[in-house]
């Protein structure tokens, strides 16, 4: 199993030390007020969009894929699926998403897709999430309609697979269910198939509801990942 770290070249920084320079590019006029006056809440606003934004890049691993996700069990009460591993690839290309739905993310100025495959707690239905970063958040609305909204894979997200795991057959053959959902630049995707690896067209009555958990744990990667955080000048954390 894949141990969850940050990518090499994309964490280079905390998130919360990237922001917050508010108040340069002052005229030389008014370089007395302009230097002592704290941000405006425009100004921090706009810091905290931006942080936001940068998330994809700055936060590690497995703080984007926690360990585990909780979700509602079929059969009620409250379940956990674990992370089996994270793709080391980040490349807005037709090895992250369908062919069909490159050239899309390419107008609306992807910067990176990452992915992470799960399996539910009965260990029988896979499901890689995956975050598409944007240019920002009215690309990420215009681009989500490259992606099937009716719950079926394709257009879609395409599965990671992890040699002798659970997810080793997990080929985009395999495919039985998706989902797409946006919030500020992000994208989150989900495709999800079965353990055993057998083929969509071999799985016999479509039971959508065994799916069903992968775009509840979709939905919190993505509202940790999209909610704004009002920096704190006094806290230490923000350079203001």
Same mark, same amino acid.
């Given at each position: 199993?894949?141990?969850?770290?940050?990518?090499?070249?994309?964490?280079?920084?905390?998130?919360l030390t990237l922001i917050c320079a508010v108040a340069a590019g002052v005229a030389?006029?008014?370089?007395?007020?302009?230097?002592?006056?704290?941000?405006?809440?425009?100004? =921090?606003?706009?810091?905290?969009?931006?942080?936001? %934004?940068?998330?994809?890049?700055?936060?590690?691993?497995?703080?984007?894929?926690?360990?585990?996700?909780?979700?509602?069990?079929?059969?009620?009460?409250?379940?956990? %699926?674990?992370?089996?591993?994270?793709?080391?690839?980040?490349?807005?290309?037709?090895?992250?998403?369908?062919?069909?739905?490159?050239? *899309?993310?390419?107008?609306?100025?992807?910067?990176?897709?990452?992915?992470?495959?799960?399996?539910?707690?009965?260990?029988?239905?896979?499901?890689?999430?995956?975050?598409?970063?944007?240019?920002?958040?009215?690309?990420?609305?215009?681009?989500?309609? *490259?992606?099937?909204?009716?719950?079926?894979?394709?257009?879609?997200?395409?599965?990671?697979?992890?040699?002798?795991? =659970?997810?080793?057959?997990?080929?985009?053959?395999?495919?039985?269910?998706?989902?797409?959902?946006?919030?500020?630049?992000?994208?989150?995707l989900t495709t999800s198939g079965q353990v055993d690896g057998r083929?969509?067209?071999?799985?016999?009555?479509?039971?959508?509801?065994?799916?069903?958990?992968?775009?509840?744990?979709?939905?919190?990667?993505?509202?940790?990942?999209?909610?704004?955080?009002?920096?704190?000048?006094?806290?230490?954390?923000?350079?203001?």
């Amino acid at each position: 199993m894949n141990s969850a770290r940050p990518w090499p070249t994309l964490v280079v920084a905390s998130a919360l030390t990237l922001i917050c320079a508010v108040a340069a590019g002052v005229a030389g006029s008014a370089a007395g007020t302009e230097l002592t006056r704290g941000p405006t809440a425009a100004e =921090l606003r706009a810091a905290a969009q931006r942080e936001v %934004a940068e998330r994809w890049r700055t936060w590690p691993a497995g703080r984007i894929f926690p360990a585990t996700l909780p979700y509602s069990a079929e059969q009620g009460g409250r379940e956990r %699926a674990r992370r089996i591993g994270i793709s080391p690839r980040t490349s807005c290309d037709g090895e992250a998403v369908d062919a069909a739905a490159v050239e *899309a993310l390419r107008r609306a100025g992807c910067k990176g897709v990452l992915r992470a495959t799960y399996v539910d707690a009965l260990r029988g239905v896979l499901v890689t999430v995956g975050v598409v970063a944007l240019r920002d958040e009215a690309h990420a609305v215009r681009a989500r309609s *490259a992606f099937s909204d009716t719950g079926k894979p394709t257009p879609g997200l395409r599965p990671v697979a992890f040699r002798k795991t =659970l997810a080793d057959r997990f080929t985009p053959g395999v495919r039985e269910a998706g989902s797409v959902r946006q919030a500020g630049p992000y994208l989150v995707l989900t495709t999800s198939g079965q353990v055993d690896g057998r083929p969509a067209k071999a799985a016999g009555e479509p039971r959508p509801s065994i799916f069903a958990f992968a775009t509840e744990i979709s939905e919190q990667v993505l509202a940790e990942l999209s909610r704004p955080r009002m920096p704190d000048c006094g806290s230490g954390e923000w350079r203001c």
